[in-house]
């Protein structure tokens, strides 16, 4: 039984392109979470979404990020026009809806 | 606005000893407490987890004490050992479910031999 599944682990981008990270939930898993973890910080909530769904994404930037979680395939979470200041750890997270919440190993994103 | 707070920053305990990490928080609409384990280039992983309706929770050596008028709780990690080495962080969320977790700032914690 897979946990969740992140990709890329390591991501080296240069300022002003594109991020995608993908993010595969467990099996049976419909609830998708992205966070963010700046170095020696906590976990930031980024955006909340089911199958097709954006739930809540009052954590995400208002500009450059966006995320989705279509019927078929992973969940990305996209930033254009990458800064340093995006250089960070971003996880994501699946539920079923009401139980515990399983993280992914996180993909390190490093700006250049 | 950080409204769950997290002490100490870093925590260093000889095995064997106790390790103790406390947190509080704000919103009184916080209704689930978990405890997540997190270990260089991982990802969290719960620990343990409580709900206000209970004043302590135990898992083998894990135990988490919750005091809700004060709105705090702790981690309790007894007979620490060297794998217990890792960042710990305390979360809480409304809704009784996992879902928008707030997290601390993480506590590093060090079991020395």
Redo the contacts between chains.
Sequence with gaps: NAGVMQNPRHLVRRRGQEARLRCSPMKGHSHVYWYRQLPEEGLKFMVYLQKENIIDESGMPKERFSAEFPKEGPSILRIQQVVRGDSAAYFCASTRGNTEAFFGQGTRLTVV | QQQ?K?SPQSLIVQKGGISIINCAYENTAFDYF?W?QQFP??????LI?IRPDVSEKKEGRFTISFNKSAKQFSLHIMDSQPGDSATY?CAASK????????????TRLQVTL
């Design positions: 769950v997290q978990p997540y280039g991982k990802g969290p992983a719960l987890a962080f809704d009784g479910t996992a879902s928008k977790l707030t997290f601390g700032t993480g």
